[in-house]
């Protein structure tokens, strides 16, 4: 069992450019969540997805972040048009039906880097 | 409000010293409370919960309602023992995170 996959691990973007995050969960988890941890911060809650679900979105800024599970294939964090302010470490979790917050299983992270 | 504080960003001890990380939280409810760590370029990994109440890698945390706190103690610090510390509660969906100590064992 490979765990939370993330990829990629880092990620450099140009002000005004898309970023696409990809989060494959622990095999038999149908449950992701997304967290972002900016400079000297601790890791923020973004989003709770299960397949082809948006759960919880509360914690997703309202513009430019999107977050989609498709039935097939891996969880996606999308940022358009991206600001030197996103640049922060984006990992994902994953979970069992029913387990929640107990049965999180982090991912490596993504570095996001703006320039 | 739900909300974790973690005092300390750096704590720096001697090899075989007791060490404690401080965490205080916040919750209206019956909370349940987390400690992670991440050792260096690893990803974060549940070091122990307090509803289990076990002892993981010789650290112990005891959760005190009357002080809104959930300490991690460990009596004698080791070099390996070095890494970035997180104390985080349960939501409803989520977990709420403090933002974490470095602790660095000293040998």
């Known amino acids: 069992n490979a765990g939370v996959m993330q990829n990629p691990r880092h990620l450099v973007r140009r002000r005004g450019q898309e970023a696409r995050l990809r989060c494959s969960p622990m095999?038999?988890?149908?449950?992701v969540y997304w967290y972002r941890q900016l400079p000297e911060e601790g890791l923020k809650f973004m989003v709770y997805?299960?397949?082809?679900?948006?759960?919880?979105e509360s914690g997703m800024p309202k513009e430019r972040f999107s977050a989609e599970f498709p039935k097939e294939g891996p969880s996606i964090l999308r940022i358009q048009q991206v600001v030197r302010g996103d640049s922060a470490a984006y990992f994902c979790a994953s979970s069992a039906k029913d387990r929640g917050a107990i049965g999180y299983t982090f991912g490596s992270g993504t570095r996001l880097t703006v320039v | 409000a739900q909300r974790v504080t973690q005092p300390e960003k750096l704590l720096s001890v001697f090899k075989g010293a007791p060490v404690e990380l401080k965490c205080n939280y916040s919750?209206?409810?019956?909370?349940?409370l987390f400690w992670y760590v991440q050792y260096s370029r690893q990803r974060l990994q549940l070091l122990l919960r307090?509803?289990s109440r076990e002892s993981i890698k010789g650290f112990t945390a005891d959760l005190n309602k009357g002080e809104t706190s959930f300490h991690l103690k460990k009596p004698f610090a080791q070099e390996e023992d070095s890494a970035m510390y997180y104390c985080a509660l349960a939501g409803a969906n989520n977990l709420f995170f403090g933002t974490g100590t470095r602790l660095t064992v000293i040998p």
């Open positions: 997805l299960q397949k082809e679900n948006i759960i919880d």
């Open positions: 095999k038999g988890h149908s449950h």
């Open positions: 919750y209206s409810g019956s909370p349940e």
């Open positions: 307090h509803i």
